[in-house]
């Protein structure tokens, strides 16, 4: 009933919310308690990398340009290391992208065994198991049609260097759409998974291939850059090493590669790696702020900290796919839902559980 409570409070908020949208796009904070004339606190969205890129300090040298000299050449700041492939390069902590990498780990590593938010008691493991038993009678069927490689990793990526890639493709975007430029790479190379035609074929290439996934600009740029720095680190294209290192020794490794962060980290810790870890995409970021299983305040990788500390592990993988396909399918609980329209999970939780 405590849960119950909280959606039927959350719900009412995000209808206001609806019933007064503004024109400027804003991101919703909803207090963690409610008076009268409280209501919804709007503020402008915050960047998503404010957190780490505050951290990271790029020293700019002034250079003094005598009367009459050439002026210098603009130099690019982020350029890759000239290494012999199979040598293996130690991080430069002057440098703009090991800065970078540095800010991400100790972003990360603050909390990756303890819940940040430690006075802030939900969800309940009896919560949880409750949530879990409701979502399977409402998506079972639909998640294990949609999610049958995660679900079976062994049937469609059981390496490591897989299963980055397909992280890398299904960041931002929905798992059809993945699978979507999976197949295209399929059509277009033999595989997603043959690394030298990939790099052969060269960015555009590439670009073409993703096309059908969308972002593909942005994510051709990404696997060409990890393709080239796993092969420039390791002499080959193979990261099945992380199956024997140890939670924090993994994801060190996995967001040190160009556009990996901690919710790819913990999807490839989970799905390939069978380490008992829940990652938070948007949707899941979504729907536990309206069920009040975060703070409202929490950023989607402190939230990702906190429940990964508070759902039970055996849950963590079938509860991370069952949200999403809630948050995909409720009219409520999906982005820019209709919070006057009817959530199948509060009516089932309002029955017991019972369909």
């Excluded at 590439?206 to 994510?219: F, S, T």
């Excluded at 849950?315 to 199948?344: D, F, Q």
Aim: hydrophobic share 35%; glycine share 6%; net charge positive.
């Amino acid at each position: 009933m405590n849960l119950i409570r909280m959606m039927s409070r959350n719900t009412r908020s995000k209808s206001n919310f609806l019933e007064a949208r503004p024109t400027t796009t804003f991101s919703r904070a909803a207090s963690t308690t409610q008076s009268a004339g409280q209501g919804i606190v709007l503020r402008k969205r915050p960047s998503q990398e404010k957190g780490i890129k505050s951290e990271v300090a790029v020293a700019v040298k002034r250079v003094k340009i005598e009367p009459g000299a050439d002026t210098p050449k603009a130099r690019q700041v982020f350029q890759s290391p000239t290494t012999t492939l199979g040598a293996k390069e130690e991080p430069d902590h002057n440098k703009p992208e090991d800065c970078l990498v540095e800010a991400k780990w100790r972003a990360w590593s603050k909390h990756a065994h303890t819940s940040p938010f430690e006075d802030f008691s939900s969800p309940t493991e009896q919560d949880c198991r409750k949530a879990y038993e409701v979502l399977g009678q409402l998506h079972d069927e639909t998640m294990r049609r949609d999610f049958e490689y995660i679900e079976n990793p062994e049937k469609g990526w059981p390496h490591v260097m897989q299963a980055l890639i397909v992280a890398t493709l299904s960041q931002a975007t929905s798992w059809n759409n993945a699978k979507r430029a999976l197949k295209s790479m399929t059509d277009m190379y033999g595989s997603p998974f043959v690394y030298q035609e990939i790099l052969d074929g060269g960015e555009e290439q590439l670009n073409v291939a993703l096309r059908p996934g969308g972002m593909q600009n942005r994510k051709s740029k990404m696997v060409m850059q990890i393709l080239v720095d796993v092969k420039s680190r390791h002499g080959k294209w193979d990261l099945d090493h992380l199956f024997t290192v140890s939670d924090d020794e993994a994801v060190k490794e996995l967001i040190s590669y160009k556009g990996v962060g901690p919710k790819s980290a913990f999807c490839i810790l989970s799905i390939c790696l069978h380490r008992k870890s829940f990652a938070v995409d948007t949707h899941i970021y979504r729907i536990t702020g309206l069920w009040g299983w975060r703070p409202a305040s929490a950023s989607r990788e402190m939230a990702q900290a906190h429940l990964d500390a508070r759902i039970p592990d055996e849950l963590k993988l079938s509860m991370h796919n069952l949200l999403i396909v809630h948050g995909r399918t409720c009219p409520v609980c999906r982005g820019n839902g209709n919070a006057k329209a009817r959530c199948e999970f509060k009516a089932l939780l309002e029955k017991g559980g019972c369909v």
